[in-house]
């Protein structure tokens, strides 16, 4: 068995820690150029089994015509069959090169739709051709070295904070005789800055945007996708607005306003709670910056506190305090808008 890696563009082995605790190191290291090849064959699956706890992932072991086997995951053997033959005692058809999907190896068919891809963006990184920052178009969509393609919303200032470490009086009764110190955060500017924004994973079936802001392009995008303002623009923009590396955060604009029912009912309704022995802890504030920790039974969809600790039950006594209407006009809650300096809010802590 073999493990494949590979070269980055700074010509350091990727995951070369793993790589060499894995390796034999009586066996010198071979390296291969990672040009289309034919011959491969696939020998057979290993893994998917359990023993106690353990569960291995269901691999397919190849072999490559070079003199050594490697695995695939059974995603990748399904991708493989899809854009080539596997012709019984010859092997797969075709060339094949390698190539990673995260952290994973894949076997790449040179007739797949991916490979004609990978091909063109790698003519494209390799022509050095970089994009100038003359070149930037206000909403206009780049691509970067890692495949991701960007809109790029301006230049702005950046903002971000400073922390300078102050030391307090030491306490008297201080067992260990330590320094102790408090930080105080002072708001900067770091200068003009190129800003970028891309459409980043779902997590929660919750559309994420991520945030690029560099100081000078240098390498960093290698095409121009287009020159066109995106029709995200002006979404993308407000969502900028909203940011702290857009606009320092204004501490005196934070107001706390009361719930309605409806918007109470709202917020337990879309909480994602676990059905624990424990109970969902359940944050809530009753007067600004007082807060009161609750729990929720997901089995009687009702709130309660944690008493005295029963050892009989092991575990802590309930004191129930009622289902949502009951928490309304017991603790009167609220909850606080934080805003940016340019007036736009920032979050609402709940």
């Keep these: 068995m073999a493990y494949v890696t590979y070269y980055d563009v700074k010509g350091k082995v990727r995951k070369e820690t793993s790589w060499e605790n894995w390796r034999d190191k009586k066996i010198d290291p071979v390296d291969h150029d990672n040009i289309p090849t034919s011959d491969f064959v696939l020998n057979k699956k290993v893994g998917d089994y359990v023993s106690d706890w353990n569960h291995r992932q269901a691999y397919v072991r190849v072999y490559d015509p070079r003199g050594f086997e490697f695995e695939i995951t059974i995603e990748n053997l399904l991708y493989i069959l899809e854009n080539a033959n596997s012709i019984k005692g010859k092997g797969l058809e075709g060339q094949f090169i390698y190539g990673w999907d995260g952290k994973d190896l894949v076997l790449l068919p040179v007739d797949s739709p991916d490979y004609k891809e990978i091909s063109t963006f790698n003519k494209i990184l390799h022509s050095k051709n970089f994009v100038k920052s003359k070149d930037l178009s206000v909403g206009g969509t780049y691509k ?207």
Aim: hydrophobic letters at 25%; proline letters at 1%; one cysteine or more.
């Design 144 to 350: 970067s070295k890692d495949n991701k393609e960007w809109i790029y919303m301006g230049r702005f200032d950046l903002k971000d904070t400073k922390s300078e470490r102050v030391e307090e009086e030491r306490k008297s009764n201080d067992y260990w005789n330590r320094t102790n110190y408090s930080y105080i955060y002072h708001k900067i500017s770091k200068g003009k800055y190129y800003f970028f924004v891309r459409e980043g994973e779902y997590s929660w079936d919750i559309k994420s945007l991520k945030l690029l802001t560099i100081k000078s392009l240098g390498d960093r995008f290698i095409e121009c996708v287009s020159s066109e303002c995106a029709s995200e623009y002006s979404e993308h923009f407000d969502w900028l607005e909203r940011q702290t590396e857009y606009s320092h955060r204004d501490e005196s604009r934070d107001e706390w306003i009361n719930y309605s029912l409806d918007e109470l009912v709202e917020r337990v309704s879309t909480t994602k709670f676990t059905e624990s022995r424990w109970g969902s802890r359940f944050d809530i504030y009753k007067a600004p910056e007082i807060r009161e920790e609750l729990r929720y039974d997901v089995k009687t969809n009702q709130f309660y506190k944690e008493g005295k600790w029963d050892k009989d039950k092991n575990e802590y006594e309930k004191l129930y305090v009622g289902n949502v209407l009951d928490v309304f006009n017991l603790y009167e809650p609220v909850y606080k808008n934080e805003y940016l300096e340019n007036g736009k809010i920032f979050r609402r802590v709940k």
